[in-house]
Structure formats: structure tokens, C-alpha cells
């Protein structure tokens, strides 16, 4: 048990407004991928700055669907992990609590999470790469590449590399940070942009920031406390 635990279990009685900002790491005891795993990291098979974008998408349409499939197809057969278990059981408990995630894999809603601000869309959702409109559901077979009803390729409904964010998520994700008492950020390298602003303008305006990530990151020497290890392990000992 991390010493610091009792302390911030009273904390989280105390505080009203508490926010979690998750990343890939809070799925990774999950079986999903994280983005900078050196031997299984998508990054190191793919180039996910070039796949996950639009020029990517673009150059070679196939070869992204086929990466949107094959992480689509881990993420159906993975399971909530006792992360995400703990999050929507602390959701379920107290009144204030709002969850922004950067993952778009869909398992904090199948923990029962009941409203993620996703800021990178969701890979379980299509969209029109010409027209944005919505793109139903996923295809059976990649035989031929699903279009819209305008002629427009279809795409997964994340945000790419070079791409805005969504506008009205992105905002709610701000106030809510801007609100926060306390604020965890867990899982995340705390590398990509806009998201990663998020705990350093909680901390700015006064949150309590905890990082819980077995590694160091951009935000360590800033937050008010640092719990090294695996989120399936500190969450559900912190949140109990
Ligand atoms: C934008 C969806 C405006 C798609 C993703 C130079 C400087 C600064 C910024 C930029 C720059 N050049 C370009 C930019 C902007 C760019 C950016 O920030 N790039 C970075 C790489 C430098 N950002 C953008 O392009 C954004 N849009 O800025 O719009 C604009 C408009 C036009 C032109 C320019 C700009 C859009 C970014 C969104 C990209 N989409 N995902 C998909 O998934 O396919 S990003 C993707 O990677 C994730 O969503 C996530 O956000 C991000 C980082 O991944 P993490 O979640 O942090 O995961 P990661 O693997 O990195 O880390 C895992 C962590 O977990 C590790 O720390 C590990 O230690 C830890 N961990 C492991 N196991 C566990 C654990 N923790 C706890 N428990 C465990 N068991
Ligand atoms: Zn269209």
C-alpha cells in the first residue's frame, strides 16, 4: 500500500470536483497495446504518426483500415481491467467526477463508465473522410473500403495527427480540469498535444495533480504526487 494512499483517499472525500485523464496505459493490463511500448508499442511495428493521419489515410486507405481493424479486433477481445473497474465504481459512488480519455479503444464505457469525454473519438465508430457524416456501423469484410452515401471514403471516428480535436470536447475536458480539486493522470506519456495541456493547467489553477504511471513522464516533476505503478493495481487500492 503506497503511504501516500490514506491521505488521498481523504482527499477524494474532501474534494468535490476530481477529474481522470486516462491514456493507453490504463488498457494495457487489458492486452491493448500502448502507443510507445518498445517491443509490442504500436509505434514500434507501425508509424502511427503517419498511419493515424490524414495523409496517411490518403496515401494508402487500405493499410490504415487494416491497422483500424486489427486493433479493433483486440480491443473486442479484451476485457475491462480493475482500472477501469475502479473508475466507473468511483463514478457510480461520488457525485463530481468527470473521466476524459485520450484511448479509443471503448473499455472505460464497458466498465460502465457512463459518459467518457473522448478526446481522440472512438475507433468502434465511423465517420465520412469528405462529408464527416456519421458512417454506421463497421463492415463485415474489408473486401472493398465502406463509402459514404456522398462517394466519400469512410474512416474510423478518431482524431488524427494534424487534426483538431472536437471542439465541444475538447472545451468540456478544459472546464472540467479547470474545476478539478484533484486530478489524476494516469496511464498517459503525457506527450500529445492538446490533451497533454490538461494536468498543467489543472495545476495552474490549484488542482491537486496525481500521476499514477509505472514510468516518469513530462508532467512527474510537476504533479503534486507520483504513484509509480501499474493502474490495475494502485487504482482499485486507492479507490476501494
Ligand atoms: C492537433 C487517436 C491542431 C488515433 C491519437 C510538436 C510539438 C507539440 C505538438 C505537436 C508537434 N508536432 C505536432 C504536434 C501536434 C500533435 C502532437 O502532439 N504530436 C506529438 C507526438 C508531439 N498533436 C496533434 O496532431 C493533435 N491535433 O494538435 O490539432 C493542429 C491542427 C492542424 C495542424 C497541426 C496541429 C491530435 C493528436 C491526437 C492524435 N491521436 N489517438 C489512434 O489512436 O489511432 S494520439 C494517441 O497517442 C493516443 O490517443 C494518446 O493521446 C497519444 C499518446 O498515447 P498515450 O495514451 O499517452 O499512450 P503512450 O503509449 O504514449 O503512453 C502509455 C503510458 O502508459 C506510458 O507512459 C507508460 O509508462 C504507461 N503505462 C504502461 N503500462 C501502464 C501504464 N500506466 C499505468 N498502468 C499501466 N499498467
Ligand atoms: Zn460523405
Same mark, same amino acid.
Given at each position: 500500500m503506497?503511504?501516500?494512499?490514506?491521505?488521498?483517499?481523504?482527499?477524494?472525500?474532501d474534494?468535490s470536483?476530481?477529474?481522470f485523464?486516462? @491514456?493507453a496505459?490504463? &488498457?494495457?493490463?487489458?492486452?491493448i497495446?500502448?502507443?510507445?511500448?518498445a517491443?509490442? @508499442?504500436?509505434?514500434?511495428r $507501425?508509424?502511427?504518426e503517419?498511419?493515424?493521419?490524414?495523409?496517411g489515410?490518403?496515401?494508402d486507405p487500405?493499410t490504415?483500415?487494416?491497422w $483500424?481493424?486489427?486493433?479493433r479486433e483486440?480491443?473486442?477481445?479484451?476485457?475491462?481491467?480493475?482500472?477501469?473497474?475502479?473508475?466507473?465504481?468511483?463514478?457510480?459512488?461520488?457525485?463530481g467526477?468527470?473521466?476524459?480519455?485520450?484511448?479509443?479503444?471503448?473499455?472505460?464505457?464497458?466498465? @460502465?463508465?457512463p459518459?467518457?469525454l473522448?478526446l481522440?473519438?472512438?475507433?468502434?465508430?465511423?465517420?465520412c473522410?469528405?462529408?464527416?457524416?456519421?458512417?454506421?456501423?463497421?463492415?463485415a469484410?474489408?473486401?472493398?473500403?465502406?463509402?459514404?452515401?456522398?462517394?466519400?471514403?469512410?474512416?474510423?471516428?478518431?482524431?488524427w495527427?494534424?487534426e483538431?480535436?472536437? &471542439?465541444?470536447?475538447?472545451a468540456?475536458?478544459?472546464e472540467?480540469?479547470?474545476?478539478a480539486?484533484?486530478?489524476?493522470?494516469? @496511464?498517459? &506519456? &503525457?506527450?500529445? $498535444?492538446?490533451a497533454?495541456?490538461?494536468p498543467?493547467?489543472?495545476?495552474r489553477r490549484?488542482?491537486?495533480?496525481v500521476?499514477?504511471?509505472?514510468?516518469?513522464?513530462?508532467?512527474?516533476?510537476?504533479?503534486?504526487?507520483?504513484?509509480?505503478?501499474?493502474?490495475g493495481?494502485?487504482?482499485?487500492e486507492l479507490l476501494?
Amino acid at each position: 500500500m503506497h503511504d501516500a494512499i490514506p491521505d488521498l483517499a481523504r482527499r477524494l472525500r474532501d474534494t468535490s470536483r476530481v477529474v481522470f485523464f486516462t @491514456g493507453a496505459g490504463v &488498457s494495457a493490463e487489458s492486452g491493448i497495446p500502448t502507443f510507445r511500448d518498445a517491443q509490442t @508499442g504500436l509505434w514500434a511495428r $507501425y508509424r502511427p504518426e503517419e498511419l493515424a493521419s490524414p495523409e496517411g489515410f490518403r496515401a494508402d486507405p487500405r493499410t490504415v483500415w487494416e491497422w $483500424y481493424a486489427w486493433r479493433r479486433e483486440k480491443c473486442l477481445a479484451a476485457e475491462p481491467n480493475p482500472a477501469h473497474l475502479a473508475i466507473a465504481a468511483l463514478e457510480r459512488r461520488l457525485p463530481g467526477v468527470t473521466l476524459i480519455t485520450q484511448n479509443v479503444d471503448g473499455l472505460h464505457q464497458r466498465a @460502465g463508465s457512463p459518459a467518457p469525454l473522448e478526446l481522440h473519438g472512438n475507433l468502434h465508430r465511423l465517420k465520412c473522410f469528405r462529408c464527416e457524416a456519421d458512417g454506421g456501423d463497421w463492415p463485415a469484410t474489408l473486401d472493398s473500403l465502406p463509402h459514404c452515401a456522398c462517394g466519400g471514403l469512410l474512416r474510423p471516428a478518431v482524431v488524427w495527427f494534424g487534426e483538431n480535436l472536437p &471542439s465541444d470536447v475538447l472545451a468540456r475536458a478544459s472546464e472540467a480540469g479547470l474545476q478539478a480539486g484533484l486530478f489524476f493522470s494516469v @496511464g498517459t &506519456s &503525457s506527450l500529445v $498535444y492538446p490533451a497533454a495541456e490538461l494536468p498543467f493547467s489543472a495545476k495552474r489553477r490549484g488542482a491537486f495533480v496525481v500521476e499514477i504511471n509505472p514510468q516518469p513522464t513530462p508532467l512527474s516533476r510537476h504533479a503534486d504526487l507520483c504513484l509509480h505503478g501499474p493502474a490495475g493495481s494502485v487504482l482499485p487500492e486507492l479507490l476501494a
